[in-house]
């Protein structure tokens, strides 16, 4: 293919990608608003801390990008967010920061999954009714399956894990993670 058509072909691609077509009013809410949630989790589950409940607090901020992106691809930005797990029973609590991506599958039922970095305060190497987690910063990631009641709250079904990918992504010298399941409810402003 002549090196002038490519370099036409390519500026029609790149003008595809970034026209300025309009956005559904959810996605335009991203690019502007912030979200608090809250939330109650069973800790522990499929390994030996179970049978204890966390608290969970969240902040998200709004999407953010340096270019312009075609309305079709802007679920791909994510949102940031942080927050954090209290343990009810004293055993292992953490915080964590990342990625979140949303996926709006109608008006009001959303997909979400998330991926970042975590800090704890539980067991390195394991102790009876403890995971052994092998390091202190672990990675975080998971999803939520949310509805959306009203243009401000939202309710959500979330799995959280840390992990440290013993093996593949670290050298750490055990890796029994540590999973979460539970509700949160969402307020957007």
């Known amino acids: 293919m002549p090196k002038a058509l490519r370099v036409v072909l390519g500026a029609l691609v790149l003008s595809a990608a970034c026209e300025a077509a309009p956005v559904s009013a959810q996605e335009a809410r991203y690019w502007r608003e912030y979200e608090v949630r809250l939330g109650a989790m069973m800790h522990g589950l499929w390994g030996p801390e179970p049978d204890s409940l966390s608290i969970n607090g969240e902040f998200i901020l709004p999407k953010f990008s340096f270019a312009p992106i075609a309305p ?37 039922l959303f997909v979400e999954g998330f991926l970042g970095g975590a800090v704890h305060d539980g067991s390195l190497l394991g102790a009876p009714g403890r995971n ?58």
């Not at 994510?78 to 990625?99: C, D, E, I, S, V």
């Open 72 to 108: 079709s691809w802007q679920w791909l930005i994510p949102r940031f967010h942080f927050g954090g797990m209290l343990n009810t029973a004293g055993k292992t609590n953490y915080m964590y920061a990342g990625a979140l991506w949303t996926y709006d599958l109608t008006d009001r």
């Open 132 to 189: 052994a987690l092998g390091c202190r910063v672990l990675y975080h990631l998971g999803g939520s399956i949310g509805y959306r009641f009203s243009p401000r709250w939202s309710a959500m079904v979330t799995l959280d894990h840390i992990s440290n990918g013993t093996g593949m992504f670290s050298d750490c010298p055990r890796n029994q993670g540590l999973n979460e399941l539970g509700i949160r409810v969402g307020y957007s402003f």
